[in-house]
């Protein structure tokens, strides 16, 4: 009874290759984020969705993609990867976009790792 | 811009000790302020969501407290464990357009409980 779910947990590969990281809510929320969290451990909104469309988009390279296929799901694909990517994407899902009273909800995150 | 900090990085204490972890933000016009816990190789949790209109919440032997003015909250643990051992954030919701909201981190207190 998951509340949100990410495949997959550990995902190492070469420079310049393309991946996905998916993420799945079954807490019927309407909104869901991807965040980066790096090496400092600073944690960072890159995304949001609300509804299947696009609410936040951060400051982030056009390599990263997120596809929300349903609002239970968004998944994050990156092409090309750099070294620089490495670092842990954590999901998150709220009920709401976020305001006053909105719980987010994480994912236990996928630890990227480019070589 | 909105601006997280959390001070001490790291903090090591001996079991039973009560203890207090500090977050201030730069921008007091803030909605809502959260503290999350997370530990090694998971994601986060969330502990407490203090509303703008109030002072503090207690969940537990957790405490927050939120002065808006002076823009700083603090969580208190009282009797600390050793299961209390993880990193501890604070975050707070900013407007980012459309309706929507977008969580600014501190980087973390990272808590040690020895037994």
């Known amino acids: 009874d998951t509340a949100v779910s990410q495949t997959p947990k550990y995902l190492v590969t070469q420079m310049g290759n393309d991946k996905s990281i998916k993420c799945e809510q079954n807490?019927?929320?309407?909104?869901m984020y991807w965040y980066k969290q790096d090496s400092k451990k600073f944690l960072k909104i890159m995304f949001s969705y609300n509804n299947k469309e696009l609410i936040i988009n951060e400051t982030v390279p056009n390599r990263f993609s997120p596809k929300s296929p349903d609002k239970a799901h968004l998944n994050l694909h990156i092409n090309s990867l750099e070294l620089g990517d490495s670092a842990v994407y954590f999901c998150?899902?709220?009920f709401g976009k976020g305001a006053n009273t909105d719980t987010q909800y994480f994912g236990p995150g996928t630890r990227l790792t480019v070589l | 811009k909105q601006e997280v900090t959390q001070i001490p990085a790291a903090l090591s204490v001996p079991e039973g000790e009560n203890l207090v972890l500090n977050c201030s933000f730069t921008?007091?016009?803030?909605?809502?302020l959260q503290w999350f816990r997370q530990d090694p190789g998971k994601g986060l949790t969330s502990l407490l969501l203090i509303q703008s209109s109030q002072r503090e919440q207690t969940s537990g032997r957790l405490n927050a407290s939120l002065d808006k003015s002076s823009g700083r909250s603090t969580l208190y643990i009282a009797a600390s464990q050793p299961g209390d051992s993880a990193t501890y954030l604070c975050a707070v919701p900013a407007y980012s357009g459309a309706g929507s909201y977008q969580l600014t981190f501190g980087k973390g207190t990272k808590l040690s409980v020895i037994p």
């Open positions: 998150a899902s709220s």
């Open positions: 807490l019927g929320h309407d909104t």
């Open positions: 921008d007091s016009a803030i909605y809502n």
